[in-house]
Structure formats: C-alpha cells, structure tokens
C-alpha cells in the first residue's frame, strides 16, 4: 500500500514542483504568522522583553472595559452593516436586471467605482460634507432654518461611520448578485407569470431561493469584511469619541504596533479570529443549499 502511494507521488511530481510556489508563499506569508500570533498571545511580548504569561492576555482584555467596548462595536457595526448590505444589494440587483445589457453594465460600472476609489480621498470628502462648523451637509441644512447637527457626537458617530461603509461597499455585492440573476433560466419568470404571480411573488419564490448560494457568499464575505474594517474608522474617526467607533482591529493596531504589546495585540488577533470563525461557520450550516443551475 505504501509503495503503491510513493508512485503515484512520483507520478504526480511535476504537479507538485508547480504548486509548490504558491504552497511556499501561502506557509510563509499565511500559515506561519497564524501560528506565531497564536504563539505570541502566551507571552508578554514587547519591544523590551519577552515571558511567558500563559493565559494573562486573554484574562486581561476580557477585564479591559475599552476592549469589550470594541468587541460590542465591531458586533453591532457586523449586525448593522450585513443585512443593510444585503437587502440594498439584492434590491438594487433585481431593479438593475429589469434593463438591457448595456445598461447593467453601465449601472454595474458606476456603483463599483467606490469599490475601487481612494479610502484616503473618499474620507477627506466625507469629513468635509459632515463636518459640524463648516460642512456641506449643515450649509444645505441651514438653508431651510435647520439646524447643524454634529453626526459625529458619542451617539451618533458609530452610526454615520456605518453608513459611510455600507455606501461605499454595495458594488461588489450588487454587481455579484447582478451577475447571479441572469444566470436563473427565464423560463421559470415564463411559467410563474403564466400561473399569475406577481411581481414579488416571483422574487420571493424563484429569485431568492435561486440566489441563496450568492447570498451565501454575499453574508459570509461581508462579515468577514465588516469584522476587519479598518482604515476608514482610523481615518474618519480613530476609534472616537471615547471609544464610540473603535473596533477591534482598530484597537489591536494601536495595542502592537502603537503601544508596542504584541502580546495583548496577538490575544485581540487570536479573539477577532474565533468569533469570525464561529459565526461564518454558523452562516454555512444555516444558510448551505444544494442548489445548481
């Protein structure tokens, strides 16, 4: 048996010798820092000195009010953000497969170019329209004898910086489920319509069930997404006012590569990968179908 597995290794060498650039960069560049964070969370690590600490980090952040505050925004950002994404996404897929090619194409183009625009630039200009004392968005307010409202106090910013996102992240989900629907045979719209269906009812009975493995990928890609937000947050408001908008993310970066404790950043690092994990996970086992088209 085992001379029978070396041959057919032997055989298949040349496959291997093809896969083995892309198997080393994925061990250096993926694997091995996975394994050496989930290393460093056991020791107090810094730019000093190093110890084995065992399981003080996680003690210790689970005891950090600043850290659970971010672990409650990052879930109520997740919790916000994916069905928002999605619902809008899949509204807008299904108004925008009602036109002809060239103008799904053209409608595509143009929810896309936030996708791939300056997250720098794009700040900037939103700083600008919200800013309280000289913004665009408070001018036009005042124009009608409204007046300014600061969308970034303690209670309001974690809700404009998750609007701002969402915006700025439909074109991948629209163009996803875009391309899905025309991929469902109109034959089954044809028989629908001849059994007097409505307009809805068509979308909720072929469409959906038809899409669930885009959805799927639409749920399970946005979440991860919105888990690991970033450069906008530090950018817009960098985990203010009082923590209002940090993250985790956020909060490990300041953690390791600010205060320099790579110890507690890599323990933040192990936590943020569980919970995604675990509720992708979740996602698959309830969301799986065994559909083809």
Sequence with gaps: MLKKEFALLYKERYGYLFVAPALLFFTLFYLYPIVDAVRTSFYSYTYYSSGWAGLDNYQSLLQDDVFLKSVKNTLLIVLMLVPASLIISLLTAIIVSLFKEKMQSLFKAVFYIPAVTSIVSITFMWQYMINYDFGLLNYVL???GIGPLNLLSYDLALFTTTGIVLMLGLGAPIV?????????????Y???????AS??????????PMLKPSILYVVVT?????????????LFTAGGPHYATS??????YQEAFVNGDYGRGSAM???LSLIIVTIAWLQFKFMKTDIEY
């Design 142 to 144: 005042s124009l009608f």
């Design 247 to 252: 993250t985790i993310l956020l909060l490990l």
């Design 222 to 234: 946005g979440t991860i997404a919105a888990f690991q937000l970033f450069a906008i947050i530090l």
């Design 269 to 271: 690092a192990v936590i």
């Design 199 to 208: 307009f809805w009812r068509k979308h909720v009975s072929i469409t959906l």
């Design 176 to 188: 996803i489920l875009t391309a899905a629907l025309g991929g469902i045979p109109a034959s089954y």
């Design 190 to 196: 044809e028989a629908a319509e001849l059994d007097g």
